[in-house]
């Protein structure tokens, strides 16, 4: 990714990125939710880690490393993806992805607590304003006449999604401190994540037959090829070059992208409390990362759908 200049990297994982959370609605009509995430990340992990020994990245770790990566992974891509690919039967894609500005509050906070990382003022203040925008967006959801069942359940879906995917933060913020390079831990952390996936679906007794219609072969190579591989690729060079903080920055536009896109493909319509929540949810981003949070707050998935 060399060849690039930062703006065009910036643009790959906003575009890519902020389509990802609607292609996720092509998976989850003819195929369990549970076996979706497995295959999708099964295979993402797998060509995230070619990539990583065709880069020559060190691939063998230690026991404790495995043990530290499969409590990521499960977090961070299993679980959290599970309770995503379900939240969106029931409510937009995009309310989801606004769903998650919630997510660097809370792994910012618990790092906070847990291992005593400092997090500034104007960090919790532009998270809070964040909640209360996503708070406000769901709002409509929950208390319209009709459906509002429905509603209730995407949301309570899309909070456990991101509690999941918080605690998935914390743990890879600690990893971390155990040296694992950066492309192994993801490979091998998705494969982690793709089996916990895998062991919900069995447990639930989900039948598993691959699908036929070509709009879930599509999606799903999107997911990968795209979602994953090309957009990681991306960002970790803007990252390397700019920085943790200003590349978050993808994170600010993404789930504004993601909404749109809801609009114009799903027959999203959005009333005034939930265009302020977006621009609240919005706003509180980017106040989050008006300065560089601490290195172990990052989250390189936060955006991905």
């Not at 509002?148 to 995407?154: E, I, K, Y």
């Not at 879906?157 to 918080?166: M, Q």
Request: glycine share 14%.
């Amino acid at each position: 990714m060399s060849g690039f200049r930062n703006w065009q990297l910036f643009a790959i994982c906003v575009l890519v990125w902020g389509t990802t959370w609607h292609a996720i609605t092509y998976q989850i009509s003819d195929l369990a939710p549970e076996f979706g995430v497995a295959l999708r990340f099964a295979l993402a992990g797998g060509m995230v880690l070619a990539f990583a020994a065709w880069r020559g990245r060190r691939l063998r770790l230690g026991l404790r490393a495995h043990a530290a990566l499969a409590l990521q992974g499960s977090f961070l891509y299993g679980l959290s993806y599970v309770c995503v690919y379900h939240a969106e039967r029931f409510i937009a894609s995009g309310l989801v992805a606004v769903g998650f500005s919630a997510s660097p509050l809370l792994a910012g906070l618990g790092a906070s607590m847990l291992f005593g990382v400092v997090v500034g003022g104007r960090f919790v203040a532009g998270g809070v304003l964040g909640l209360a925008g996503v708070a406000l967006i769901f709002w409509p959801e929950i208390a319209r006449p009709s459906g509002g069942g429905r509603g209730a359940l995407g949301a309570l879906l899309t909070v456990g999604a991101v509690l999941l995917s918080a605690v998935g933060s914390i743990v890879s913020s600690r990893n971390r401190t155990l040296g694992v390079p950066l492309l192994p831990a993801m490979g091998f952390g998705m494969l982690y994540g793709a089996a916990a996936a895998m062991l919900v679906g069995l447990v639930q007794g989900r039948g598993f037959v691959l699908p036929l219609a070509a709009s879930w072969w599509l999606s799903i190579a999107w997911l990968v090829l795209a979602g994953t591989v090309l957009t990681f690729a991306c960002f970790l060079t803007l990252q390397d070059r700019l920085g943790p903080g200003p590349a978050g920055t993808v994170g600010v536009m993404t789930p504004l992208l993601a909404l749109v896109v809801s609009l114009l493909f799903e027959g999203y319509r959005p009333g005034l409390p939930t265009a302020l929540g977006a621009a609240l949810a919005i706003a509180g981003n980017a106040l989050m990362l008006r300065r560089a949070a601490p290195k172990p707050l990052t989250r390189v998935v936060a955006a991905a759908e």
